[in-house]
Structures are given as structure tokens and as C-alpha cells.
């Protein structure tokens, strides 16, 4: 399996913020996966994907030993936000996780709109996103992928914002 305690997600980012206020407790750890956690609830976190000269980025998840992995190569231009879902909860509830480059974060289009972040299609215009995903068969794809990651993050630091972007106690839909 790739997903499993101690597996790994990176990504080339400048932010990261938590979802909502439960993902807060995971910030600090946002990369890292817990092994089968009863009553474990979703943590969501929002990423400000960074590409290289392109707009070109990737995105990878591997296991604990580094050998097995996906990756996910996108353009910011076309997808400029990066949403990163863990559900750590039993194999029985749903053991997964989700990366998901995309126009929006998972909030409602409301909270998005002020963030500029609703992509507006006229009638018979289409939008084209391209993505490639790739499956690393071992530790020298891993680390290559790793390697390119590293390389468009540079020497960007990844700031780590506390509150959620969107305030949601006190919602309701």
C-alpha cells in the first residue's frame, strides 16, 4: 500500500491553511499520515500551489519506506489551488486520502467569490484542464519526484496560516 502510517504528501507551496477549525490541530503535522485512527474526522487542508516557470507543478504521496508513490503534475495557471483530504479513520470507515488541484477550495461558492476563486464559464465556452498522474514503482521514481518538487519550491518558505480561510462556526447551509 502507499497510503499507510507514516506515508508522506509534499507539494511545491507557499501557503497552507487548515479547512475548517478541527484540520487546526493537524497544521503542524499537515504532511504526514497516521496509521488507522478510530474516530479520526476528516482534515482538509488549502494549499497555494507555486509552479515553476511554466506554471507547472507536481504533487506527491508516498509510503513509509519511500519505494511506491503517486504523483500529480498540473499547471497553477489552469488549477491554482491544491486541496489536500485525509481521512486516517479505519480500513471498516474509509482509510483515504484525496489531492485535489482545482479552480476552488471546498467551501461554498459564497465564501469563494470574494477570494476570487469562481471560475466563470459563457455558453458555449469550454475549459480544459490537464493533469498527469503517475505511479512510482520505486525509490528512484520517488525520489526523482521528490527531487522536482524540491526544485520548484527553491528556496520559497512554506508559511503556515493558523485560521482557516473561511470562518465556518457559526455557519450553517
Keep these: 500500500p502507499i497510503l499507510e502510517k507514516g506515508a508522506k504528501f509534499t507539494a511545491a507551496v507557499s501557503e497552507i491553511s487548515p479547512f475548517n477549525n478541527y484540520a487546526k490541530a493537524g497544521l503542524k503535522n499537515w504532511g504526514t499520515y497516521l496509521g488507522p485512527t478510530k474516530n479520526f474526522d476528516e482534515m482538509v487542508f488549502n494549499f ?3 509552479g515553476d516557470e511554466n506554471g507547472n507543478t507536481l504533487a ?15 499547471n497553477i495557471k489552469q488549477l491554482p489551488v491544491l486541496t489536500l483530504w485525509k481521512n486516517t479513520d479505519t480500513l471498516n470507515q ?13 467551501y461554498s461558492t459564497k465564501y469563494q467569490r470574494p477570494l476570487g476563486l469562481v471560475p466563470k464559464i ?11 498522474y503517475t505511479v ?3 525509490s528512484f521514481e520517488v525520489k ?3 527531487g522536482k518538487v524540491l526544485e520548484i519550491q527553491g528556496d520559497q518558505v512554506i508559511k503556515l496560516i493558523e485560521q482557516p480561510i473561511v470562518d465556518l462556526t457559526n455557519i450553517s447551509e
Design 94 to 106: 474509509g482509510y483515504v486520502t484525496g489531492i485535489e488541484p482545482g479552480t476552488s477550495y471546498a
Design 48 to 50: 497555494k500551489p507555486i
Design 60 to 74: 506527491v504521496l508516498h509510503n513509509s519506506l519511500e519505494n511506491k508513490g503517486v504523483s500529480v503534475a498540473y
Design 122 to 132: 459563457k455558453a458555449g465556452q469550454s475549459k480544459q484542464f490537464d493533469m498527469t
Design 136 to 138: 512510482l514503482n520505486s
Design 144 to 146: 526523482s519526484a521528490l
